[in-house]
């Protein structure tokens, strides 16, 4: 079974400059990617500032519900509140879910960040997927890692095929190597190693071998930070693109990224 899935932080549906509504661009441009299985981050649940400002262009439904449209299921999980609004993480599907949570893991009062975690159900196999986004602090970012690694080894079977994918906020990357080793994982872009063997896996992890580096994908205009990652288990790898350009520039500060798998 070959899936095509992807991770986006959306900034909330607005441009990075001037906070212009760009969520019905960000609708054709999605379509565009025809993805089966879709992670979101900075997803607006509400928003009535912008609704009031932006009539005419803001939907009157969540965002997750209008992207999703009627080719797939969608699944929030709301982690920031304030007065006017909420926002957090979303999981769209070609396939069904059969169950999904939202766990908190904020680290502070000054961000608030959860794990959403959906089952979705394709044909046979049950697959476990997890949207994240990390907290800016690198303290917060290590102990968010570890509450991870701890409710995806809490809510999936060791067998189960696993696909983690958001906005890490790590850009010195210091918390794949720990995915890695405690969950099995590996990052869509390991792939792209010359060498792809056992022993050279063993290699990078001592620190002998080339090191392991996720995609650059911020800022969207001209890609530099390591931001956004997608991590797998009990799947091929077969191709794993940033899709970025002027198009995409105009509708996140970040760019997205694009998977081929095939489940083993």
Request: charged share 20%; with cysteine; aromatic share 8%.
């Amino acid at each position: 079974m070959k899936l095509r899935i992807a991770t986006y932080n959306i900034h909330k549906g607005v441009s990075s400059f001037r906070g212009m509504p760009r969520i019905h661009a960000l609708k054709q441009a999605l379509a565009s990617v025809e993805a089966d299985i879709l992670f979101l981050q900075e997803v607006q649940g509400r928003h009535d500032k912008r609704a009031a400002r932006h009539a005419a262009y803001w939907p009157t439904m969540e965002q997750h519900k209008f992207l999703a449209g009627n080719s797939h299921y969608a699944v929030y999980g709301m982690n920031a509140v304030y007065d006017h609004g909420h926002h957090g993480n979303a999981l769209l599907s070609r396939f069904s879910i059969a169950s999904a949570s939202n766990q908190d893991v904020s680290d502070h009062a000054f961000e608030s960040r959860g794990i959403l975690h959906c089952v979705v159900q394709v044909q046979e196999a049950m697959i476990h997927c997890y949207v994240v986004h990390l907290g800016l602090f690198a303290k917060s970012r290590k102990r968010q890692t570890e509450a991870l690694i701890e409710v995806v080894q809490d809510s999936a079977p060791p067998d189960a095929p696993v696909i983690i994918a958001g906005d890490f906020n790590d850009w010195t990357n210091q918390l794949s190597d720990s995915l890695r080793t405690s969950l099995g994982l590996t990052e869509v872009f390991d792939e792209n190693l010359p060498s792809r063997g056992f022993g050279a896996y063993l290699r990078q992890l001592s620190g002998r071998g080339p090191k392991l580096k996720p995609a650059r994908t911020f800022p969207a205009a001209l890609p530099w930070l390591r931001l956004d990652r997608i991590y797998v288990r009990g799947f091929a790898i077969h191709s794993a693109q940033v899709l970025h350009g002027a198009m995409w520039a105009k509708l996140s500060d970040h760019a997205p990224i694009v998977a081929s798998l095939e489940l083993k």
